[in-house]
């Protein structure tokens, strides 16, 4: 394990470019790291916390008096399709080093930023496909136990931005394994590129936030049926976008502070330059209130809030 650092500032570690200093700071690639990391915790009696590509967290404006677990390190290998990666392989890197290997099937994943098993944690997906359907086994360790452990997709309980990692934190998932098909290394780059433009276009990329700020809700028939209407397109499980619904319920663009529900996709919140924490926490209340006003639907939080 690296040497545990002190007062490292989190906010460049995190796509909201929000948080303040963690007291307690160390890289980690490798499971032992993890173990040890976290034996070191338990010894000085503080908490810890993981972050891997910081893409989907909100971190305190205000110093984290525990132990940030930072994990990094890209370490892969593949064969015959299966390939086995490190949590913290970048999941951008992956996709295009397996096309180059005449490996994917996964493309339309390409440009959701952070690490495999971040994506994993909360079952990333875009445009239709879920790491879930990639996934053939997933190792983790018990931060209680000092169990590791391996798991087969079905144990994972994976659902829509949903897996037993999101509800069992005490579980940090070390390595991945995936199945991909037997692709064209040309074909499979172009159509990583096409959905990367494609995510450019709908200003999805590039921006301070952490993506879809809120779920995709399950609401009743009627929503449903005027989602549907309106947009011509089917709802999937009963869902409707929460974009949708914060810009129905007059959202779009609201302001708190530095904080702001983007124009082109509302259910980004947006560090416009100086955002607190406390500014996009508000600011999500408000879209909260408003669509549970409107449309009588409760927004849940996608993004960690610490
Ligand atoms: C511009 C932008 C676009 C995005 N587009 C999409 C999209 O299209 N689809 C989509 O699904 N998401 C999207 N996201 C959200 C984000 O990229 C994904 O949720 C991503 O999978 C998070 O991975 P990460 O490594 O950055 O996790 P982090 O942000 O570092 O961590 C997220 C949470 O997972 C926990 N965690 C991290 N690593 C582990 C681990 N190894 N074991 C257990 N817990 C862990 C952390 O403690 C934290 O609570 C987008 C984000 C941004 C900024």
């Given at each position: 394990m690296q040497e545990i650092q002190e007062n490292?500032?989190?906010?460049?570690?995190?796509t909201f470019d929000i948080g303040g200093n963690a007291r307690y700071f160390v890289d980690v690639r490798t499971e032992s790291d993890i173990k040890e990391a976290i034996a070191w915790a338990q010894a000085k009696g503080v908490g810890y916390v993981v972050l891997s590509g910081g893409s989907n967290v909100l971190a305190p404006g205000k110093d984290i008096d525990a132990l940030v677990i930072h994990i990094v390190g890209d370490l892969y290998s593949v064969e015959s399709g299966l390939v086995d990666a490190w949590t913290g392989t970048n999941l951008l890197t992956l996709i295009r080093s397996m096309a180059a290997q005449g490996w994917g099937g996964w493309e339309k994943l390409a440009g959701i930023p952070g690490t495999i098993g971040g994506a994993v944690r909360g079952n990333a997906g875009a445009f239709g496909p879920e790491i879930k359907d990639f996934v053939t086994k997933v190792k983790a360790c018990n931060t209680k136990t000092g169990e590791s452990r391996e798991f087969e997709n079905?144990?994972?309980?994976?659902?829509?931005?949903?897996?037993?990692?999101?509800?069992?934190?005490?579980?940090?998932?070390t390595r991945v394994e995936l199945k991909l098909q037997q692709v064209d290394p040309a074909e499979s780059k172009r159509l990583a590129d096409e959905t990367i433009a494609e995510r450019e276009k709908r200003h999805l990329q590039n921006v301070k936030a952490a993506g879809s700020y809120f779920m995709n809700p399950r609401a009743s028939a009627h929503i449903v049926e005027l989602f549907e209407k309106e947009k011509g397109v089917k709802s999937r499980e009963g869902r409707v976008p929460a974009g949708w619904l914060i810009e129905k319920a007059g959202m779009k663009g609201a302001t708190v502070g530095g904080a702001k529900a983007s124009e082109q996709h509302p259910n980004y919140i947006v560090n416009t330059g100086a955002a607190t924490d406390a500014d996009v926490k508000e600011l999500a209340e408000r879209v909260k209130r408003a669509v549970k006003d409107q449309f009588g639907v409760d927004l849940q939080e996608e993004a960690a809030v610490w």
């Open positions: 490292v500032p989190l906010a460049p570690l995190t079905a144990d994972c309980d994976f659902s829509y931005r949903h897996s037993f990692f999101k509800d069992n934190p005490e579980w940090i998932i």
